[in-house]
């Protein structure tokens, strides 16, 4: 039981390159969810979704994309990328119902140049 | 205004110390709430819920005041391994999604 797994651990983008960050569990959660961590924010939640072909947006959406195609993934893209997206990216995942109770992954620290 | 507020700290206190720190919120609406740690450079995970009785959990106190919006977290006889970062996490009634706060840095100190 891997539980949530992100890749890749660490990524240097150019300002207007794209890429997709990639999550996926496999504890059968409806619940998944992309947050990221700037220092002094806390974490700020991007986009959820509450099961596959579902998603809505969360508190700073602009400049990302996901799609769920299945139950275990939920990719990240970032269509092009800014400094400003530079930070700390976390996936989470949990039971529908049980949000407070959110198995985050190991995160993906982007930096943008 | 943030909807979640804490104090970022960094508190430093020497070990077997109490350290208590408090974290406000806006919304009136919030239902749940909860203390999430994380490790320096890790993820965060769930420490415990806050229940409207006040609930313990080991060394670890947490405390709801619902009338002034605000939650409590107390650690008692502090110890190395709990230098973290506390992040207050409230669920508003209804919403499918959790507001951080910024988190309170801690570091006990030998």
């Known amino acids: 039981n891997a539980g949530v797994t992100q890749t890749p651990k660490f990524q240097v983008l150019k300002t207007g390159q794209s890429m997709t960050l990639q999550c996926a569990q496999d504890m059968n959660h409806e619940y998944m969810s992309w947050y990221r961590q700037d220092p002094g924010m806390g974490l700020r939640l991007i986009h959820y979704s509450v099961g596959a072909g579902i998603t809505d947006q969360g508190e700073v959406p602009n400049g990302y994309n996901v799609s769920r195609s299945t139950t275990e993934d939920f990719p990240l893209r970032l269509l092009s990328a800014a400094p400003s997206q530079t930070s700390v990216y976390f996936c989470a995942s949990s039971y529908l119902g049980q949000e407070e109770t959110q198995y985050f992954g190991p995160g993906t620290r982007l930096l943008v140049l | ?110």
Do not use: H
């Open chain 2, 1 to 110: 205004r943030k909807e979640v507020e804490q104090d970022p700290g960094p508190f430093n206190v020497p070990e077997g110390a109490t350290v208590a720190f408090n974290c406000t919120y806006s919304n009136s609406a919030s239902q749940s709430f909860f203390w999430y740690r994380q490790d320096c450079r890790k993820e965060p995970k769930l420490l415990m819920s806050v229940y409207s009785s006040g609930n313990e959990d080991g060394r670890f106190t947490a405390q709801l005041n619902r009338a002034s919006q605000y939650i409590s977290l107390l650690i008692r006889d502090s110890k190395l391994s709990d230098s973290a970062t506390y992040l207050c996490v409230v669920k508003v009634q209804g919403a499918q999604k959790l507001v951080f706060g910024q988190g309170t840095r801690l570091t006990i100190n030998p």
